[in-house]
Structures are given as structure tokens and as C-alpha cells.
């Protein structure tokens, strides 16, 4: 089976899970039920038995796509020598919200001539753990793979292969013509069949849903048609159930062509989180900004010193670390479940924790009393552990004195001691501000060289590390220093208009990070260079893929890289746009 660029994928979403498209018309990856469930269709990671939904012509076609505006759901245009066909896409949602099982709706439409499609329903082995079979029940022919049972209504020309854990056909689009195609499937629960007519209807109901939300989306400045797009895509990695955000839609995607860096991002973390809230309190989100912060607190509350850098979407989700035996995309494994980065200390994570409590506070809401009491605790376990080596932002296995991580204690002092101003909480302000105090002069002591003119990745080294840009925006340095790193970064790191994360992830095989550049932008701004910030900027936006949207980390060539759709990377746009037209 074709294997597709990362970049050739499109994400649609209903709240709970989210699917990948590619430009053939495939859906190659779709957990059941949840966003973090093994995927019942798989064929990114496991071509042979991933598992995949298949509708495309049967002769040679090209195809054209887009978003509809305002919404995630996508319409792809078939056009092959014989005529054209449009086929709408959607993660179709009920009259209240999500529905109670997955219904993944497919509208055929003929535009002009007539198209023969190819179409297949095959679920695989959820990364190697089971093994799909069929059965008839009440006449109806049902899948299933472990626990998920999988339904498909609207077309009656089914090859059905009474042995085969599949279903699929050839059908004949004359113009004019409109079918529509459903695939429906529930976890351990009983499988509902939706009439044809209803999934049609269902597919203007959702169109309604996204719209309706964009209407409420509240922006109006440069690069809107991006930051929309980008708050879309951060739309579809919100796991409604609970609120958490996760950190992109897949695992396993490489950040390398050499293999072993490939990890788990359905998670939720602490840092994206933060981003996240600023972003949605901004543009008057408020259901989500409430949802969010009310997840985070309800998993974070206890014993500050257990702070974790990132939690599981639901309650029961683990991250313990799980190694599956299939090659993975384009035979890059491995392809892992789990992520080894949860038990990690990053003492950036209380900056970006406390910076939550200060965006939901200064957007008028008012923090309730055990809130208040986890900050003015978190606060005062950052005065005792910031001396302490930690992993850093990226999750790295040697423990060193990280520069942005002792930028991001003095970020959760100074947010702290914000929301004492806005009498949101009490404390001890006068030690966190002689505290952070502390931390400003250590770090400019100890993590400046003279020889880069930089601030450096740790105390005493000698690399460079672009997650310091996001400590102009936190008000650290927008001075000659940060300027000087700016600059020493785009030198050492920069590829064009891209940097790497730091010194050498180009010799470990990675490709340019791209929230990192979008990073740039803001910290340019930051230090007064708006021209240049919004050159850069305009560079970027060209850099999304057909729909808008980025992975992890992209080529200069446009190839990208990691895990996708990417929240970091989006949340960067949005971060870098709002930064820039308020400097304006």
C-alpha cells in the first residue's frame, strides 16, 4: 500500500477522537473511541495490517482539497479523464455535541461525466494486540477488533467476503449523483446504525456545529485566516470529555530519519496547556478556557512536588511506555504507546502552571479557594527547587541546570505575584520576589557566554538552545541579551527562515522545529523588530501544507517531520500573531 507524506494528511475531529486523511481519499490512522485508544485503523504505522477506509476512483485522478470555511470538515475534488467527483469528509457530531458512538460520514457527490470509486472499510490489529474478524447478527454484517465493533450504512454495493474482516465495493457516480457512505463504531458498547438519510443530514448538522463555533472565535488582525486554523486544529485536540489538550493527534510519527525518537503525543501536557489557555481566553473561548483550566487543576492538585509535565487525556490513561512489533511510518520504528517523559523533573513546568492561573484570572474569572492555595504552595516549592538540575524543555536524559528552565521559575514567581496584585491569592510575595530576583542573577551570571554573545542551553555550556526565545514574551529579557541570542540562534541554529531546537539536534538526524520558529517571531517582535518578525511571519504561514496545518518539525524542502497535527507548532502561529499585532 502507498505510504503518505506526512504533510499529505488532513485531521478531522468530533471531540473524542480524531482521524487522518490523505489526498487519495484514505484514512490511514483513527482511534477507537478516544484519541489515545489503540487505532482500529492504523495503515500510517502498519501498511500491511494496519488497517484503513478507502474511498477513491479506480483510474488515475488528481485531487484538490480544502476546509470548508470555518470548520474541520474537508471536501476533496476527484478529477480523473472521465469526470469529477467532490467527496465531503466529516467526524460527524449530534445536536448537543459529540454523539455517543464515532460516525466518520463521506458524501459522494458527481459533478460532471461519470467516476468509478473504489471503496474499502478493513480495520487492522490495533498495532499487533488483536485480530479483526466478521459476524452476521440479525442479518446485519458487523466488524470487530478486540472490543470495537464497526458498522457501514449507505451502499449496497458491498463485495462481501463472508470471511474477511472487511467491507468494500466499486460504485458507479454519475453527475448529480450524491451518496453518502458511513462507518460507525462504539468501544465495548452496542453498535447504532444510523439511517443514510440521517448521516446526510448529520453532515450539515456538523458544518452548523463548526461554524456556529468560529462565530464565536474572536480575532481581528494580521494572518487571521492562519490563527483560525490554527485554533481549528487546537479545536480538534481538545478531548472534550475532560478538557485536557493533547499534544497532537498520532505517535510514533519520527522525528528522524534515523529512527528512535518516535514518541507518544496524545498526552496532555502542562506546558501546551498554558499555551493553549492564553490563546483561548483571548479569543473569548470561554467554554474551552474553562474546561482547560478546570482539567489541569483537577490533575495537578495535591502534593506540589509531584507536579508532572504531562497527564493522561482521560483518568485512567497511562503513559507507561509500551513498544509494539510493527514497522512503523515508511519502516521507521520504533513504534512505541506510552511516553518516558512523565516522571521527568522540568522545573519549567511551574511557570508554565502558574502562567495558566494568571490568564484565567486576568481574563475576569475568579480562581476558587484550593486553586489559590496550589499557587501560593507551587510558588513557594519554586523558591526551593529552582537550584536544582532538571531535564529541561526537551525532555532530555541528562539532568543539567537548564537556562529556560530557571527562566521559567522566575516566569511562575513573577505570575504569582501578579495574581497578589489582582487579589486572586495570598501568600509570602515577598520572598517570591527576592527569589526570583535570585533567579534573574543567577542567570545572568550563569548561563551567559561571552564567546556566543548568547544565553547558552545550561549553566556553564557552550550551546545554544531556541527554547530561551519564549522568555521574551514572559517579560525575562526583551533587552541587548535576548536581542544578541537572537541573533546567535539564527547563525548557529537557523536553516532560512526554521532553527533547529538546539545545538546538535542536526547531527542527531532531526529537521528544523517549528515551533521554534514561529518562537522567533515573537521574541523579534519582543525586542522591537516587528518588520523582520512579520517577514519571518509571512514566510511561516507558506510553510502549512495544503489545509493549514504543521507537524512537529518541517524540512527546508517542505517534508515534515513528527508527530501532527501539532498543537506546539500551532499554538506558536497563534502565539507569534497575537505578539506581533500587539507590538505593532
Known sequence: MREAAIED????????????????????????????????????LDPE?????????????????????????????FRTATGTVRVTDALVTGVAGRLPWLELARRIEGVTGT???????????????????????????????????????????????????????????????????????????????????NVDIGIDRTLSNWELWSRTFSYQGPWDDAVQRSALALKLLLYAPTGAIAAAATTSLPETPRGGKNWDYRFAWVRDTAYALRALARFGLRE?????????????????AEVRVLYGLREESSAAPQTHDVPGWRGIGPVVTGNRAAGQLQLGVFGDLLSVALAYAAAGNVLDVPTRRLVADVADHVCDVWRLPDSGMWE??????????????????????????????????????READLIHAWVGENCWSDDLAAYTMAAGAEELDASVLLHAPSGFDRGERMRSTIAALRRDLGVGALLYRFTGAEAEGERPFTACSF????????????????????????????????????????AFWGNFPQALSHLGLIDAALTVADLR
Open 115 to 197: 467516476v468509478v470509486m473504489d471503496w474499502a472499510v478493513e480495520p487492522g490489529t490495533m498495532l499487533g494486540g488483536a485480530s479483526p474478524w466478521a459476524e452476521r447478527v440479525d442479518g446485519k454484517r458487523i466488524l470487530r477488533v478486540d472490543r470495537v465493533n464497526i458498522g457501514v450504512t449507505g451502499l449496497n454495493d458491498t463485495e462481501e467476503d463472508e470471511d474477511a474482516p472487511r467491507f468494500g465495493g466499486r460504485i458507479r457516480v454519475t453527475e448529480g449523483a450524491r451518496r453518502t457512505l458511513s462507518i460507525v463504531a462504539t468501544d465495548d458498547e452496542p453498535l447504532h446504525l444510523p439511517d443514510p438519510g
Open 49 to 77: 495490517r494496519g488497517g484503513h477506509i478507502l474511498l477513491h476512483p479506480v483510474s488515475d485522478f488528481e485531487t484538490t482539497r480544502r476546509y470548508l470555511p470555518g470548520t474541520n470538515v474537508l471536501e476533496t475534488t
Open 288 to 304: 474551552e478556557t474553562h474546561a482547560a483550566i478546570s482539567w489541569l487543576l483537577r490533575a495537578v492538585k495535591g502534593d506540589v
Open 396 to 433: 532530555l536524559t541528562e539532568l543539567r541546570h537548564h537556562t529556560s528552565s530557571k527562566m521559567g521559575c522566575w516566569q511562575a514567581l513573577q505570575s504569582a505575584l501578579e495574581l497578589v496584585k489582582l487579589g486572586q491569592i495570598e501568600g509570602n510575595p515577598s520572598r517570591w520576589r
Open 519 to 558: 518562537w522567533l517571531v515573537s521574541a523579534l517582535a519582543c525586542v522591537g523588530d516587528v518588520t523582520e518578525a512579520s517577514t519571518l511571519m509571512d514566510d511561516l504561514i507558506g510553510r502549512a501544507n495544503d489545509v493549514g496545518l504543521y507537524a512537529e518539525m518541517m524540512d527546508a524542502d517542505g
Open 9 to 44: 494528511h488532513a485531521a478531522l475531529g468530533d471531540g473524542r477522537t480524531v482521524a487522518l486523511i490523505d489526498r487519495s481519499g484514505t484514512v490511514d490512522w483513527l482511534p477507537v473511541p478516544s484519541l489515545d485508544s489503540p487505532p482500529a485503523f492504523a495503515s500510517l
